[in-house]
């Protein structure tokens, strides 16, 4: 079975700051992905990031960016330039790869809510 | 861009009444995946269906069905239902990777419906 694991169950950063959130995961798999989604007060699930895990360089999006730890099973992500709209929930989640097959569920963490203030 | 769609966005029912939820993916999308996410909780995975026919499933009560049409909209028929039923239920859904023709691994998720049982 797949657990993620968010051990930060909320978080604050000033406007401009930069901020990291934790996530760490089990697994017996080799293949698989990573995630973080976004859920604003909207209830809306945005996906912020994504990383192979046969990918040994961090993604990276815009002031978005990751640090995974393949042997450490640790996938966190780190916020730059912090903004009063990335106030949200952010989810780290798992999917594991089945090749030929479509199983792709994700499994979610726990959620760290982030709070943004001027 | 067309987003997935899920309707009702909202919904009250009483206990032990049935309710359907609906979910349209986006076009030429042929996986759909149902998630529940209760309040204060991470979402979890209840059922995914590629090319219409059931794929994976999750922790779904036996009083909950869902099925995918040939138009690939996918409904989630809940009975008898519960006080702890009441929740925010995702549907998202994944294209065929053109080069695996393999579901991709980005799923796109709609605004939710939001159920609430008195």
């Known amino acids: 079975a797949q657990t993620v694991t968010q051990s930060q169950p909320e978080m604050s950063v000033q406007e401009a700051e930069t901020v990291t959130l934790s996530c760490t995961y089990d697994t017996s798999e080799n293949n698989y992905y990573l995630f973080w989604y976004k859920q604003p007060p909207s209830r809306q699930m945005i996906l912020v990031i994504r990383?192979?895990?046969?990918?040994?360089q961090n993604a990276t999006e815009n002031r978005f960016s990751v640090n995974f730890q393949k042997a450490a099973k640790s996938f966190s992500l780190k916020i730059s330039d912090s903004q009063l709209g990335d106030t949200a929930m952010y989810f780290c989640a798992f999917m594991k790869i089945n090749r030929g097959s479509t199983l792709g569920r994700l499994y979610f963490g726990r959620g760290t809510q982030l709070t943004v203030w001027p | 861009a067309a987003g997935v769609i899920q309707s009702p966005r909202h919904l009250i029912k009483e206990k032990r009444e049935t309710a359907t939820l609906k979910c349209y993916p986006i076009p030429r999308h042929d996986t759909v995946y149902w998630y529940q996410q209760g309040p204060g909780q991470d979402p979890q995975f209840l059922i995914s269906f590629y090319e219409k026919m059931q794929s994976d499933k999750g922790s779904i009560p036996d009083r909950f069905s869902a099925q995918q049409f040939s138009d690939y909209h996918s409904e989630l028929n809940m009975s008898s239902l519960e006080l702890g039923d009441s929740a925010l239920y995702f549907c998202?859904?994944?294209?065929?990777?053109?080069?695996?023709?393999?579901?991709?691994?980005?799923?796109?998720f709609g605004p939710g419906t939001r159920l609430t049982v008195t």
């Open positions: 990383q192979e895990a046969y990918k040994q």
């Open positions: 998202a859904s994944s294209p065929r990777d053109r080069d695996t023709s393999e579901s991709s691994y980005e799923q796109y």
